[in-house]
């Protein structure tokens, strides 16, 4: 891997005209391979060797990859470019005899992951806390020798690392996990250029091959990182990226491995102060709610019951609505033509497969949302196209659906009255199929919660309560989706909105609301 990094930053230079000779050094963490990361002295253990080299003067270039180094450079050395990134995603490699697709991640339960990283290990036991983590050292091919042996079910890896090496993975199942849910390490898949502090006329070089665009989000990543003062065994995800007009910001932070950790997510039309934003909101004297009420039934196991206990904050759950069946039976010719089954609800999916459908195998399946893709997998199917992988408003979800699948037959199981949002983006050359399945009859008498942050999970639980309720002004109301809060906006509620509709960005918008209970 270093090596290909070093050839990587090479070819980059001989492509601006400027010649470079490699020299090839070790470093401790190169060297020490019986340990787990933690258990290495200092922070500079995969950079160290290099640093004094370049002191030396042997050397002019050192080639890290950014996500290894401290956050301070030794006295007399600067970072003088960074690479374009490189996909910053996580990858489970699983054996085959070890893939569930009815569990979250795809594993099967009480597996043995191997990694290395007290990051990884504390939010994978955070979304699986039935699995076994256990340490894993090595480059890249001797951690997949140590699968391919068999001395663990899955491990993780960089999605950047090994897309760099160009290695086969066809005898695993693979499992992308995107950012947003397991928040790589701060710079992942980024390389570091480092020189001399006096060496002007190579610094006015390496600008030829500096990505600043990269410098300035990694900019904050690193910047958070530096505030917590860590190293890169700090159980620490921190991952920014622009679009839109706006810096999106995920932090992921726990005390050990085995802690589980608190998240926030943040968004920004600029840098200035972001990272001291996040690093408020992580802080142990601020103000966090006691109580938080939901729209739905609570389930002590999953991933928002456990964020909020871990503070001994009270989460009281309630379905303001009951669903019923519209239709037993479904027809089996409309199935035969279907291209696509697009969910917009995890209520659309249950009833939809309570009717025992016979699927073509070209059907593919499209969700929004992570917790409707979570609820197909438990039916054995995988889902195509994940609608919050754009982080966009579901109308926007629909265009962009339809722009990418022109010339096909869409079938939409739904809730009867719904608004079919997604439904109506699409274009003259689509077919849509619109079946409702299912329909939603409103709780009478709903009692007032006394919560200091309610959270609406549909517009319907919104209606509910509010056909008999109003809120508190110090009230913090949170809607888990855009619909939702279209529905409370038609009541005059302000609201906070989520990043993603599911648990981990509900407790991300409980978390980075404490910063406004603190102020």
């Known amino acids: 891997m270093a090596l290909w990094q070093a050839n990587h930053i090479k070819g980059r230079l001989e492509e601006s005209g400027f010649e470079a000779e490699l020299k090839i050094i070790k470093t401790q963490g190169d060297n020490i391979q019986h340990l787990r990361l933690d258990k290495l002295e200092g922070k500079g253990f995969f950079t160290k060797e290099l640093e004094e080299e370049l002191l030396a003067g042997s050397i002019d270039i050192a080639v890290h990859s950014h996500k290894d180094l401290p956050t301070v450079n030794p006295p007399g050395l600067i970072i003088a470019a960074v690479s374009e990134r490189e996909d910053p995603s996580e990858l489970l ?17 009480n597996a043995i992951v191997g ?31 140590k699968l391919r042996d068999e001395k663990y079910d899955a491990i993780m890896l960089a999605k950047a690392g090994v897309e760099r090496i160009n290695i086969d993975l066809s005898e695993f199942q693979v499992q992308e996990i995107n950012p947003t849910e397991i928040v790589p390490a701060p710079a992942q898949g980024v390389l570091a250029v480092q020189i001399r502090e006096n060496n002007d006329e190579l610094r006015e070089i390496l600008q030829k091959i500096n990505n600043s665009d990269v410098e300035k989000v990694i900019g904050v990543e690193r910047k958070v990182l530096n505030l917590f003062d860590g190293g890169c065994h700090m159980p620490l995800g921190c ?76 989460l009281e759950g309630e379905s303001l609505i009951k669903i019923y069946p519209i239709i037993n039976k479904l027809d089996p ?61 579901t109308e926007e979800i629909g265009k962009v659906f339809g722009e990418m699948n022109p010339n096909t037959t869409i079938l939409f199981p739904r809730a009867k009255g719904s608004l079919q949002t997604i439904q ?41 309560y509010f056909a008999d309720n109003l809120i508190d002004p110090d ?33 991300e918008a409980v978390f980075a609301l404490g910063s406004e209970l603190s102020s």
């Open 475 to 507: 009230q913090k109301i949170i809607s888990i989706g855009y619909s939702t809060g279209r529905k409370l906006e038609e009541y005059g509620v302000s609201f906070t909105l989520p990043y993603s509709p599911d648990e981990i960005g509900l407790s």
């Open 93 to 109: 490699l699983i054996l085959k005899d070890c893939v569930d697709s009815k569990k979250k991640l795809g594993v099967k339960h």
């Open 115 to 145: 990694t290395s990283s007290n990051r990884r290990k504390a939010q994978l036991l955070s979304l699986r806390p039935d699995l076994e983590i256990e340490d894993l050292r090595g480059n890249i091919n001797t951690r997949i020798q």
């Open 424 to 464: 109506k983006q699409m274009k003259e050359d689509i077919k849509v199929i619109d079946l409702p399945v299912y329909e939603t009859v409103l709780a009478e008498n709903v009692s007032k919660s006394n919560a200091e942050v309610l959270i609406f999970t549909s517009p319907s639980n919104v209606d509910a």
């Open 239 to 314: 991952y920014c990226r622009y679009e839109d007009g706006k810096y999106e910001v995920w932090t992921s932070k726990a005390e050990t491995g085995s802690d589980f950790p608190d998240r926030v997510f943040f968004s920004s039309t600029t840098t200035k102060g972001l990272a001291e934003k996040i690093i408020s909101a992580f802080n142990k004297e601020r103000k966090l709610p006691q109580t938080v009420f939901i729209s739905r039934d609570v389930n002590e196991n999953s991933y928002l019951y456990r964020a909020l206990a871990k503070h001994h904050i009270k």
């Open 333 to 393: 010719f409309i199935l035969k033509h279907v291209d696509w089954i697009f969910f917009s609800s995890k209520n659309g999916i249950e009833n939809f497969f309570k009717l025992e459908p016979r699927l073509s195998k070209k059907t593919k399946f499209a969700v929004v949302g992570r917790g409707s893709e979570e609820m197909l997998n438990q039916y054995g199917y995988a889902a195509a196209y994940t609608g919050q992988d754009e982080g966009i408003d």
